[in-house]
T-cell receptor
Framework: DGGITQSPKYLFRKEGQNVTLSCEQN?????MYWYRQDPGQGLRLIYY???????QKGDIAEGYSVSREKKESFPLTVTSAQKNPTAFYLC?????????????FGDGTRLSIL | SQQGEEDPQALSIQEGENATMNCSYK?????LQWYRQNSGRGLVHLIL?????REKHSGRLRVTLDTSKKSSSLLITASRAADTASYFC???????????FGAGTTVTVRA
């Protein structure tokens, strides 16, 4: 989706290191989401934010942290407490939680352990 | 939590054939959506069907929803090689801004 930019496309993490995944959107959408996808599986929700300066834990928030200081940006930090971080990470946005709208996705960041 | 389950897990068909995949879910929903994911890419929204709708069409796609059976199906007609992808259903509950995704159906269209 051209309106959502995730970077980097590939990221390697050393033991004990925190890494931050970037998600930027120019769609002016209120809500933003972070998902984790493991091979052959569906998406699991890590964190989501409905408005600036507010966010909620999803189903698998342990070992991750987020911030939402600007409407356009929702970075995800994978901390050293996340012992199995190797996965494909997807960021999504939603125009409004009301009105039966679909989510829009970025092209993902693939994180691996060195 | 994942409440949608797709069936089958994988499907291989010849170009020109139809592909049908099913999704079952456990709790009441507001909407059910279908997404496509090409290898190594993000998800692309295909179609959204509301809980009070029974059938919806978009081009070569036909989606049905049976809320009494808590199930939905996605039919792709006259498949093409470009339809090779994984397909996911996702549900959202009333007054909930989150989507629950199934594990997906991987479709391979052979030329």
């Amino acid at each position: 989706d051209g309106g959502i930019t995730q970077s980097p496309k590939y990221l390697f993490r050393k033991e004990g290191q925190n890494v931050t995944l970037s998600c930027e959107q120019n769609l002016n959408h209120d809500a933003m989401y972070w998902y984790r996808q493991d091979p052959g599986q569906g998406l699991r929700l890590i964190y989501y934010s409905q408005i600036v300066n507010d966010f909620q834990k999803g189903d698998i928030a342990e070992g991750y942290s987020v911030s939402r200081e600007k409407k356009e940006s929702f970075p995800l930090t994978v901390t050293s407490a996340q012992k199995n971080p190797t996965a494909f990470y997807l960021c999504a946005t939603l125009d409004s939680p009301y009105g039966n709208q679909p989510q829009h996705f970025g092209d993902g960041t693939r994180l691996s352990i060195l | 939590s994942q409440q949608g389950e797709e069936d089958p897990q994988a499907l291989s068909i010849q170009e020109g054939e139809n592909a049908t995949m099913n999704c079952s879910y456990k709790t009441s929903i507001n909407n059910l959506q279908w997404y496509r994911q090409n290898s190594g890419r993000g998800l692309v929204h295909l179609i959204l069907i509301r809980s009070n709708e029974r059938e919806k069409h978009s081009g070569r796609l036909r989606v049905t929803l049976d809320t009494s059976k808590k199930s939905s199906s996605l039919l792709i007609t006259a498949s093409r090689a470009a339809d090779t992808a994984s397909y996911f259903c996702a549900t959202d509950a009333p007054d909930d801004y989150k989507l629950s995704f199934g594990a997906g159906t991987t479709v391979t269209v052979r030329a």
